[in-house]
């Protein structure tokens, strides 16, 4: 993948969080309908999703998560000067969707604010509760911020056999998918529905939406020679990696469809690749398909 002449977004901070401690009062009571607004249900890999959102509904803190954690917007860590390799991948990346989704909405005559994200190790808190390794990368609505663990790459190839620069790009797009849709209005639609389980549920097709959008974007790329076949085998391997399927066969032993958040692995790898195949924003209406 031929990143390095991207434009870094100046929209990336990083935040060190601490080793010990915890985030006293446990944690945050939610309702089935809010939790799509809260955590957007975008919790791609770590622990089981429906672990988290249980988690988060009340039940005993994740371990290893930092107090007092950093406010929201502090700069720590590394000066700008200093930023780790990691680091300037992140903001390449988020600069070209940046750029790639202020010039799509400019053509639809609107204006695209970005999202910001925070790269963090170790924990933090958020506006939609505690952030550490096992939760994989989110966005928050809430205050519009991606949230990326810097261990979270490790992760992607060696526990999920997912390596490469594009599959790292691939969930960075996802996630920037996820702020696109709070743009349009279509999270707080979803959240209104109060579907927030099942194969067909509107947390799937809001997964499913925000895979294709980072297909539509990885399509720019291909476009301007960014990309070659080797790149999307990687994004495409990414997004099997990530299905609900696929996770709970191996944390459980079984599948259970029924409890899906995200879409199965295959849902996720067609979903993704209509974005890549067609660069059309307008083929990713996952609320209209009657088959995901």
């Avoid at 406010?71 to 969707?97: C, L």
Wanted: net charge negative; aromatic share 8%; proline share 5%.
């Amino acid at each position: 993948m031929r990143w390095q002449d991207f434009r870094r977004s100046d929209n990336v901070e990083e935040v060190q969080g601490g080793s010990s401690g915890g985030f006293g009062g446990g944690g945050m009571r939610l309702s089935g309908g809010a939790v799509i607004l809260v955590v957007v249900v975008s919790l791609l890999l770590g622990k089981n999703p429906l672990e988290i959102l249980s988690l988060l509904d009340g039940g005993s803190p994740p371990v290893s998560v930092p107090a007092p954690a950093p406010q929201q917007g502090q700069m720590q860590g590394p000066a700008p000067q200093a930023r780790r390799p990691e680091t300037d991948f992140v903001r390449a990346i988020v600069g070209d969707t940046e750029d790639f989704w202020a010039s799509t909405f400019k053509q639809a005559g609107r204006a695209y604010q970005p999202a910001k994200v925070t790269e963090f190790n170790g924990g933090l808190r958020t506006e939609c509760g505690p952030a550490s390794a096992a939760t994989g990368p989110f966005y928050c609505p809430l205050d519009k911020h991606v949230y990326l663990d810097l261990g979270f790459f490790q992760e992607l190839s060696q526990r999920f056999g997912a390596p490469g620069e594009f599959a790292r790009a691939y969930v960075i797009a996802h996630e920037i998918g996820h702020h696109v849709q709070d743009e349009l209005g279509r999270l707080e639609k979803a959240q209104a529905s109060g579907q927030s389980r099942g194969p067909t549920s509107n947390s799937v097709r809001l997964e499913l939406q925000a895979d294709c959008y980072a297909g539509v974007w990885g399509h720019s790329a291909a476009q301007r020679g960014k990309l070659d076949t080797s790149d999307i085998e990687e994004g495409l391997a990414a997004a099997a990696a990530v299905g609900d399927d696929r996770l709970q066969r191996q944390q459980r032993g079984y599948v259970a469809p029924e409890s899906f958040s995200h879409g199965s692995s295959a849902q996720r790898v067609r979903w993704f690749k209509i974005g890549l195949d067609s660069g059309d924003v307008r083929q990713c209406n996952t609320f209209a398909a009657r088959e995901l």
